[in-house]
Structure formats: C-alpha cells, structure tokens
C-alpha cells in the first residue's frame, strides 16, 4: 500500500526542475535560526491527510521545536504524481520530504538539488547517528557521498525475525463471535471459506435483523500495479509483489499478475465467486478506505483483509468481554507473509531535507527527535503500532511497561476518545501524527525500557484476559497470540529484512508500466465484480491479451530483477547481521 507511482513526465519535471532549483543543498544554511514559529511544509507520499496538522501531537511538536506541520498529501491531491511533479518543476518539493526512493526518485531528487544533504547539521544528532547503516543505505541509491535521508522502520533485531508483533498486517481475519455462533467449522482452504462467511453473513443478518451487512467489503485507494486489495491478499498464502510481480517470501518462486490461475489471479477469483454468493459489498468498486473503516466500525463487515483494519475498530475491551471482535481465522492451508526487521529501515520510502527549507538545523533536529524514543511515542499509531507518549497513556510499574486508563483506550478503543487538557485536549485519532512514516519498527525493543514499543507485546497485554481471547485460544491449540499460532503450526513465511530499492527505471519502462497497470486494474475489478464464470474469464483473458499486446514482458524483467535484487541483499542482510 505505501508504493510510489512514478508517472511518465517525471523525468522531464525533475530535468525542469534542475534549471530552477540549482544546486539547492546548502541555499539557507548560513542563514541564523531566529527562533521565532514556523511552519514547515512536508510533501508526504505516505499521508492520507492534508493542511496544518493540528490536535495533541501537533501540539507537542510545536512546543518542542516552535513549527507547525503543514502536510501536502499527494493522497489527499487525487493520487498519483502529478502534485509531486508540479512541485518539483517549481524547484520546492517541500521543507521535509517523505517519498519513495524506487525508480530512481531519489538520485533525481539529489542530481536536481532538491534535497539537501544533512552532514552539515548531525552534530548532537544522537538517534540520526545510531541508524548511520540507513543513511548509508540511502546514499548507495542516491548515487552521491552525503546524508541525503532515513528510511522507515529500522530496528536493532535479526533481519528472519517477523516485524510484526502478535499479528501479521494482512491475513484472514473475522468475526469470531459469528463464527462461534455457527459452530466453529473448520476452514481447509478457500472453498471452505466462502461457505463459512455465507453461513456468518446469513447469521449476522437474522441477528441483527440488517441485510446491509457483508462479509466483504473493498475499496480502490491502494490500486497501482495491481488492483490493492488482493494484492494484500496473496500475502495470506506467502507471496509479496513488486511491480506487476508476486514473489514467494523466500524468492523461491516468481509469477505474475498475468500468469494463468497464478496467487493474484486465483485472489481475485476467490473474490467474484464470494461476489457470486452475494458476499461482496456492491458499493466495492466506487468507495473509500474511509468509507470501508465506518462500515468495519459500525459492524457492517465480517471479513478483515488485513489485522489493522478489522481489529482496532471492533475489538474495544467493551466488546471482548462480550466475545465480539476480529481473530484470525483457522485456514488451513494458509502460510502468511510476516516482513523481516530491517536493521537500516526500509529504504524504498525516506525522509529528506528540503533544499529550499529555512533554519535547516532546527529541521534536522525535528528529523532526530522522530527517530528517538520519545518522537517513535509521539508518532503512535493505534492497534500494531508503538504506544502514545509515557505519562500520557503509560508508565513504568515494577520494572514493567504499563498502559493507564487513557492509554488501553487510546491502543485499541480510540473512537470519540477526547484528549486531556494538560496533554493538548481534543480528539484523539484526529490529533494524531498524521506523518504514516514509522521510523523505528514499534515492534523493536526501546533501549530505555527493555521491552518493545508496541504495547500488545508487554506483559501487561499479554496476560490479559477476555472472553473473546480466551474462546479464541481454546480453539487455535493455546496460543496466545496470531504469530504464536502461525509460527507453532508452521503458517509463517518470513521475507528477510534488507534496505533495498529498485534500480531507476527507463523512461520508456516507466511509460509503459503506466500504460499496462490501468488495464490490469480496470480489467482486474471488472473480473472480480463479474456475475459469472464465464464473465470472469473474459476480463482475465482481455486482461492478459492487452497487458501482452502492450509490451508487459518488458516489465515483467524489470521487475523479476528487482525481485532477485532485494532477495541478494537479503541474503547479504543476514549475513552481515550475524557478524
């Protein structure tokens, strides 16, 4: 979901924007920092929100560091790059920039001044300096000696352990409290399934006496190469994609979006049969990821594509005690993709300096803060994510990491949770950093603590009891957790961690690319909203005959040794890992 797009004009954009912004790097670096407010425009390719970031955390920044955040959100925009283009053809990408490294962005990005090179500022930039491997992991893709950004979610633990905590981020996930009430049935394989989410959605429906309830229900945000939501869904049977490509997480096998009944394809047959069976929410194909989380919240959809959308809006502590909530669903024949830690952080996406940008110290220092306990606090994210600030919602009680009141709400029942006065007031989901750019992975370990900065994996929740978790490990063999199930039953498929970005691309590629990713995806939901097999079959066949006609072995190369290289640093990750 978090891929950039790179569009065809970019590579004109960026040469424009060469003759404008000149060398950039160090155009305001003399300039002495007055102190006085500031706002701070961040382009974030990541965000889903735009303007001046208010509520708690904005708050908190403010007062540590006197600037306001002013978010552009490509997102928000209508997607794709045609803000980031505009942007960079003025030669002002942003006073902080959070974009994607892959198809040569970032060499751009340097080549054209656009950012600048922090080496001037890292004195007293303590955190900046512990993670030195991922700027030096930058640096190799920007193609200049420098400091020119940080990727996200780099950790101090082994690149074959899973990053995610007590949860995958996308496996099959439902109402547990339907499936108890039609008996437990065992789930063998997907057939299986579909049978199971008919018998709850009929259940949910005479229950509640609504006939708007569906088991599944999607939406289009996250297209790009592919059509997003199976794309997340092959991640249930071990696959991560590239491009328009799926690869097995151990790279032993490559396919594509086209490759006949292949994992991508076989997801989006799995979805027009569910549409068959009446399962499939119609409004699917015109609604948001906005629009979808309401519906999960009001109890309006029984299937969680992935734990982060299911969970956080059903399993309030309210709600388990009752037995109601998201779990994982005992498929049988899945065996789930988990990411490997990445000790220099994912590079595909980085935070960078603006060129253009005012009292670049204080910027950098801001940047630091981020990668320090206190900012990964700062920058919670809910359900999987790392804690809100300590004293705010937790503090240390025998040695251990506890969640207050505020805190246990704030995790995992969020919705109209208001903010206390002296911590910024407001509400809390809206007040929260809003950068989506988890720089430290929450599921690593905070050196002033000793335990992770997710709270799921603190004793306290760990040996926590619910009726919801407590039916739940009756009937998944004990285990406590979803990745204690699945690494138990051997359900795991771990891609190791490695700080790799693919190689630019050729213009022509990337045209091309453009070209083919609008058939893949207007063909791929047309095939997944079909009515028949045969219905079906005809868009995938119209799907693979244009995609071919247009050139897609040329991508399916490109891609394929993009795969083969993240796989190489992977194993080099490893390697170096245990020196």
């Not at 300096?129 to 992991?137: C, G, I, T, V």
């Not at 619910?466 to 051997?490: F, P, V």
Request: aromatic letters at 10%; charged letters at 20%.
């Amino acid at each position: 979901m978090k891929k950039t797009k790179l569009s065809a004009v970019i590579g004109i954009a960026l040469a424009a924007s060469m003759a404008l912004a000149g060398c950039g790097s160090a155009s305001s670096s003399s300039s002495a920092d007055d102190g006085k407010l500031m706002t701070v425009d961040v382009f974030d390719s990541l965000a889903n929100q735009a303007g001046i970031a208010k509520g708690w955390a904005a708050k908190l920044v403010q007062k540590k560091f006197n600037i306001k955040l002013n978010l552009i959100s490509p997102n928000v925009s209508g997607g794709g790059d045609t803000l980031f283009d505009t942007r960079s053809a003025a030669g002002n990408l942003g006073d902080i920039i959070i974009t994607g490294t892959g198809g040569g962005r970032l060499s751009k990005l340097v080549k054209s001044g656009l950012v600048a090179d922090m080496t001037p500022y890292m004195n007293g930039m303590t955190y900046l300096k512990k993670y030195q491997n991922s700027s030096d992991a930058v640096e190799k893709i920007a193609g200049k000696k420098g400091i020119w950004g940080f990727g996200e979610d780099v950790a101090s633990k082994s690149p074959t352990d899973p990053s995610e905590g007590v949860e995958p981020a996308a496996a099959p996930y439902i109402m547990w409290n339907y499936y108890k009430e039609i008996g437990y049935p065992k789930i063998k394989n997907l057939d299986d399934f579909l049978q199971v989410l008919k018998q709850m959605q009929d259940r949910a429906r005479k229950d509640t006496g609504k006939n708007d309830i569906y088991a599944i229900s999607l939406f289009k945000d996250w297209d790009g190469s592919v059509m997003g939501n199976p794309q997340a869904m092959t991640g249930w049977f071990g696959y991560w994609s590239q491009g328009s490509s799926f690869a097995k997480a151990d790279g032993s096998h490559k396919q594509t979006a086209l490759t006949k009944n292949g994992e991508y394809q076989q997801m989006l047959h799995f979805i027009e049969r569910a549409n068959q069976m009446g399962l499939v929410d119609p409004e699917s194909s015109t609604q948001t990821w906005d629009t979808v989380s309401t519906k999960v919240t009001n109890g309006k959809v029984l299937m969680s594509i992935w734990s982060w959308l299911g969970k956080p809006r059903q399993n309030s502590d309210s709600n388990k005690a009752k037995g109601i909530g998201f779990m994982l669903a005992p498929l049988e024949n899945m065996d789930v993709y988990s990411a490997g830690f990445t000790p220099a952080g994912n590079v595909n996406t980085v935070i960078a300096l603006g060129s253009k940008a005012k009292n670049k110290q204080r910027l950098v220092k801001f940047i630091n803060w981020l990668y320090s306990p206190e900012g990964v606090y700062a920058s919670a994210s809910n359900s999987g994510g790392a804690a809100c600030p300590k004293n705010m919602c937790w503090t240390i009680k025998n040695g251990k990491p506890e969640l207050n009141a505020f805190g246990n709400r704030a995790m995992f029942d969020a919705n109209g949770l208001k903010v206390p006065a002296n911590y910024g007031g407001g509400d809390y989901n809206s007040g929260s950093l809003t950068l989506n750019f988890p720089t430290v992975a929450p599921n690593d370990t905070d050196p002033q603590t000793g335990y992770a900065y997710n709270p799921q994996l603190w004793p306290q929740q760990l040996n926590k009891k619910d009726a919801l978790d407590d039916d739940w490990q009756a009937h998944m063999g004990g285990a406590k957790t979803d990745m204690e199930y699945l690494q138990k039953n051997h359900k795991l498929a771990v891609r190791p961690g490695a700080s790799y970005a693919a190689p630019e691309e050729d213009s022509q590629i990337s045209t091309l690319r453009g070209q083919i990713n609008t058939q893949v995806v207007q063909h791929s939901w047309k095939a997944a909203m079909s009515t028949s097999d045969s219905s079906f079959n005809q868009q995938i066949s119209e799907m693979i005959s244009k995609a071919n006609g247009l050139g897609f072995s040329k991508i399916q190369k490109v891609d394929y040794a993009a795969i083969d290289g993240y796989m190489a640093a992977a194993r080099k990750s490893v390697v170096e890992f245990k020196k």
